[in-house]
C-alpha cells in the first residue's frame, strides 16, 4: 500500500472525518427545536404561500436538490434558483405568497446578503446556515441552524450538515414522524463513519488509478444531482483539477465524445428510477476506455462503495467518494489543499 503523503493530512481532512459528529450535532439541536415543526407550518399558514423558492450558490444551491424533488413530488409549487439568477433575472418570483428557502453556511453569501437587504423578499423566509448572528440568521423569519463546528476549507462537513437540515424541513412539510426523521439521519451519519473509518485505504487504493488522469467528470440523475454539482465543485477548488459535474443525461449530449484513457467517469448509481441508465453508462464508459467508476453499493472499486441509505439520503453518501478522490489528487499531485473563502 502505497504511504499517504503528509500533504494531505490538514485542516481539510480533519473536516472530512468530523462530518459523523457534524451530522449528529446538527440532527439533535433540530430535534431538541420542538416547536420548529408548529413555527414551519405556521408561518406557511399565516402567509398563505402559494409557492416556495429554494435558493443558495454553489454547493449550498446543489444541495437543494433533494428537497427541491420530495416537495414536488408532495405536490408543492416549488421553484429551484441560483441566488444571482433570482436577483437579475427572476425577481417577481418573491411574491407576498411565496416562501423563500436560502442556505449559506456563511450566512453572508453576498448574493444572499443582497436578496435579504435590496427588498426582492415580499414573503417570509427560511434560513439554513451554520452561523448564528450572520445576516441570514438575523434576517431570516426562521432559522435553522446547523451544527457542524467551524469549517477550515471547502465545503464538506457544513454541506453534510446542511443536507441534514433540509431533510429535517422536507420532513416537516411531508408530514413525517420527526423520531424516524432523526432515526434516518443517526444512521445515515453511522454509515458515514463506516466509510470514513477506511480512508486510508480508499486513498491508497485511488493512487494508481489516477496515473494519466487529465479530466474528470462526476454525473448522475434525481436526488444524486447534490452529488454530481458539488462534486465537480469540490474538486476544482480543492485541487485545481479539471472536473465537471453534470447529469448522466446531458453527459451523453456532448461530453460523451470525450472520453478516453485520459478521462475518469464517476457515475452515481442512484435509486431504483434511473438505475439502469446510469449503469448503462458506465458500461459505455468501459467500452470507450475511459476510467469509469459507479458510485453505489456494490461498485466496481472499494472506494466508491456505500452504503445502503433511503433514496432522499444517498448524496450524504454519494459525496464521501468524490472527497476521498480529491484527497487522492492532492497526495497524487503533491498540492497541499488551503483555505478558501
Not at 430535534?31 to 415543526?37: E, G, K, Q
Not at 444571482?84 to 427572476?90: K, Q
Not at 465543485?233 to 449530449?253: D, P, V, Y
Amino acid at each position: 500500500m502505497p504511504r499517504i503523503p503528509s500533504v494531505i493530512e490538514g485542516a481539510y481532512l480533519q473536516d472530512i472525518l468530523e462530518q459523523p459528529d457534524a451530522m449528529r450535532r446538527t440532527t439533535r439541536s433540530l430535534a431538541a427545536a420542538h416547536f420548529l415543526t408548529a413555527d414551519v407550518l405556521s408561518l406557511c399558514t399565516k402567509n398563505a404561500i402559494e409557492r416556495i423558492v429554494l435558493t443558495g450558490m454553489g454547493a449550498s444551491f446543489h444541495a437543494l436538490h433533494p428537497l427541491h424533488i420530495r416537495l414536488t413530488l408532495a405536490g408543492h409549487f416549488c421553484t429551484m434558483v441560483e441566488t444571482s439568477e433570482a436577483i437579475h433575472y427572476l425577481p417577481d418570483l418573491f411574491s407576498k405568497n411565496t416562501l423563500t428557502v436560502a442556505v449559506s453556511p456563511s450566512g453572508e453569501s453576498a448574493e444572499i446578503v443582497r436578496l435579504l437587504c435590496d427588498d426582492y423578499l415580499k414573503g417570509p423566509l427560511i434560513g439554513v446556515t451554520n452561523t448564528p448572528g450572520s445576516t441570514l440568521a438575523r434576517l431570516s423569519s426562521l432559522t435553522l441552524l446547523t451544527e457542524a463546528g467551524p469549517e477550515s476549507t471547502v465545503s464538506c462537513k457544513t454541506y453534510l450538515a446542511g443536507l441534514s437540515a433540509l431533510h429535517w424541513l422536507g420532513a416537516i412539510f411531508l408530514n413525517e414522524k420527526p423520531s424516524l426523521t432523526a432515526q434516518h439521519l443517526d444512521d445515515a451519519a453511522g454509515a458515514v463513519e463506516t466509510y470514513l473509518n477506511q480512508w486510508k485505504a480508499h486513498i491508497a487504493s485511488l493512487h494508481d488509478e489516477l496515473e494519466g488522469i487529465e479530466q474528470i467528470f462526476i454525473t448522475g440523475r434525481g436526488y444524486s444531482l447534490a452529488t454530481a454539482g458539488t462534486g465537480g465543485l469540490i474538486l476544482k477548488e480543492s485541487t485545481r483539477f479539471s472536473a465537471e459535474g453534470m447529469t448522466s443525461a446531458a453527459f451523453r449530449h456532448g461530453p460523451q465524445e470525450m472520453l478516453s484513457k485520459r478521462v475518469l467517469a464517476c457515475i452515481c448509481l442512484g435509486d431504483s428510477k434511473t438505475a439502469s441508465l446510469n449503469q448503462r453508462l458506465y458500461e459505455e464508459a468501459n467500452r470507450a476506455q475511459a476510467k469509469a467508476f459507479l458510485i453505489g453499493p456494490g461498485s466496481n472499486h472499494p472506494a466508491f462503495q456505500i452504503p445502503e441509505v433511503p433514496a432522499a439520503l444517498l448524496p450524504i453518501l454519494e459525496i464521501l467518494p468524490v472527497q476521498i478522490l480529491s484527497l487522492a489528487l492532492a497526495a497524487r499531485l503533491g498540492s497541499r489543499i488551503t483555505a478558501t473563502e
